[in-house]
């Protein structure tokens, strides 16, 4: 599945308040990107047709499996990114947080898993040599148990 980077801001978010609060609304995600409802419900409908989400306009906003799926990848991703600017070259965090976005959006899922496996080696965390895949829901619960 390729989504935009846009795409996986919004798919981000709402996986967020799902697990957060159990519940998906327009307002809350408006409020989150501090986006128009209308740039919101556009959105929706094109993460829709993604089949990623199910909504009825007004009704709720409910994530697919799929969308679940590729939520959490989107979320371990921008992590695995996250650590290696901070913590292996030093970037502010608040810098850091507005660029792996940016660069996880630009990276292969090898690259991602090549970056997985030198930043948490790097750290002395674990070793990835396991054979680590983004893509494995066990790989992605295994390091987070870590």
């Known amino acids: ?62 994530l697919t499996d799929q969308g679940r799926k590729e939520a959490r990848k989107i979320v371990e991703a921008n992590d695995i990114v996250k650590l290696f600017l901070t913590e292996i070259i030093g970037i502010k965090e608040d810098i850091a947080d507005s660029e792996a976005g940016k660069m996880k959006s630009a990276l292969s899922d090898d690259s991602i898993n090549k970056l997985a496996r030198y930043t948490y080696k790097t750290l002395g965390l674990v070793d990835l040599n396991c054979g680590y895949d983004i893509n494995n829901d066990n790989c992605v619960k295994c390091i987070r148990k870590k």
Request: proline share 2%.
């Open 1 to 62: 599945m390729t989504l935009t980077q846009v795409q996986e801001e919004y798919l981000k978010i709402m996986y967020i308040l799902e697990q957060t609060k159990k519940e998906i609304r327009v307002t809350d995600i408006a409020e989150r990107l501090e986006k128009s409802k209308a740039s919101v419900n556009s959105a929706i409908n094109a993460l829709k047709e993604e089949g990623v989400l199910e909504y009825e306009p007004y009704g709720k906003i409910e």
